[in-house]
């Protein structure tokens, strides 16, 4: 055996008999897909709509998802709502954890209020008047 040749036997010249390990996916574009199924729809009362997929060496089912998508764009086109987005302003979140707080804050003082009223009357009863609280906060 010389150089050229391999153990299998095959030429220098001769093509690679191996396969590849996968295919390349084929991808379709919008137009080819948007004339694809034109014809199809066209053929649907005739049944030449086999003939079409086996010129074309498309399955069935590839042409069910094109259907499926088509319908999809249809429904999103007609379900978008007019006119400009609606601008959204970054301190909305902020300002609602700031009206959260604020009523939280709120809740507490009530309920702050009504233990010192609880109290102030405890305090009555026992004979033991509270010194008066002096009105700006300070001790």
């Known amino acids: 055996m010389n150089d050229t040749q391999s153990a299998v036997g095959t030429t220098a010249g001769s093509p690679d008999p ?24 066209a053929a649907a009362g005739t049944g030449h709509i086999g003939e079409i997929l086996r010129r074309e060496g498309i399955y069935s089912s590839t042409l069910t998802g094109w ?8 429904d999103t086109a007609f379900s978008q709502k007019r006119g400009p987005e609606p601008k959204h302003n970054p301190l909305t979140a ?25 109290q102030k009357k405890v305090a009555l009863l026992l004979g033991r008047p509270l010194p008066p609280v002096p009105e700006n906060g300070t001790s």
């Open 18 to 41: 191996e396969v590849t390990p996968k295919g390349k996916r084929r991808s379709f574009s919008a137009a080819y897909k948007k004339k694809i199924l034109a014809e199809v729809d």
């Open 67 to 74: 259907r499926k998508e088509r319908e999809a764009a249809v």
């Open 94 to 118: 902020e300002n609602e954890k700031l009206r959260r707080r604020n009523q939280r804050l709120e809740e507490e003082l009530r309920k702050a209020e009504i233990i010192i009223d609880v």
